[in-house]
């Protein structure tokens, strides 16, 4: 820690993980494809994102994977499936891991960094990932045929989720990293 306050990025990190919870649950909305509840339109990647930009990859990610873990628990939207709490590890490990990997000089994140680092990580998790848990989850058995549709269709939102998200993180970013308590690694 290095003389750095502990509870501050505890503390941090709830209130992260917590706001992610609420506007998942209780702020987003699912759009059908393919009679299953393919696409979920909200903003709750947003804090798990920031919390891996403010305070490292692996915070982040768990803050991603509690979110998940304690929303799945508390207010099920189906049943529970594993997958989808790896994917939101991932949202919010990804992009910090990606832009510390491709900044290594810089101490200030650029917009087009910041967009590139969301892109391939929503690429990864809800164009890929996600489209495979659900098929798995809610479309029978797994078919080549069945995955290209589900991810012909989730592949452009994906994309504008990202147009989206790095519309609202740059700014909270700045923000916020202005009076960081640092990380926890």
């Not at 503390?11 to 987003?28: D, G, I, K, N, Q």
């Not at 804090?47 to 768990?62: D, K, S, T, Y």
């Not at 045929?145 to 589900?150: E, F, I, K, S, V």
Request: with cysteine; charged share 10%; aromatic share 12%.
């Amino acid at each position: 820690m290095h003389g750095y306050n502990r509870t501050a990025i505890l503390t941090r990190l709830a209130l992260l993980t917590t706001v992610s919870l609420v506007l998942t649950r209780f702020l987003s909305f699912y759009v059908p494809f393919l009679g299953v509840q393919s696409m979920r339109v909200g903003f709750g990647e947003v804090p798990v994102i920031l919390a891996g930009l403010l305070l490292g990859g692996p915070a982040g990610g768990m803050a991603g994977l509690v979110a998940d873990l304690v929303g799945a628990t508390l207010f099920p939207v189906g049943p529970y499936f594993p997958g989808f709490t790896f994917s939101a590890f991932l949202t919010g490990f990804l992009p910090a891991i990606i832009l510390k990997a491709s900044s290594e000089k810089q101490s200030r994140i650029s917009k087009p960094a910041l967009f590139l680092a969301i892109l391939v990580t929503q690429l990864i998790t809800s164009a890929l990932l996600n489209t495979l848990w659900i098929v798995l989850l809610y479309m029978g058995p797994f078919t080549p045929a069945t995955y290209c549709a589900l991810f012909t269709v989730r592949a452009p939102f994906a994309a504008i989720m990202t147009l989206v998200y790095s519309v609202l993180v740059y700014p909270l970013y700045t923000r916020l990293s202005k009076d960081r308590p640092h990380t926890l690694s």
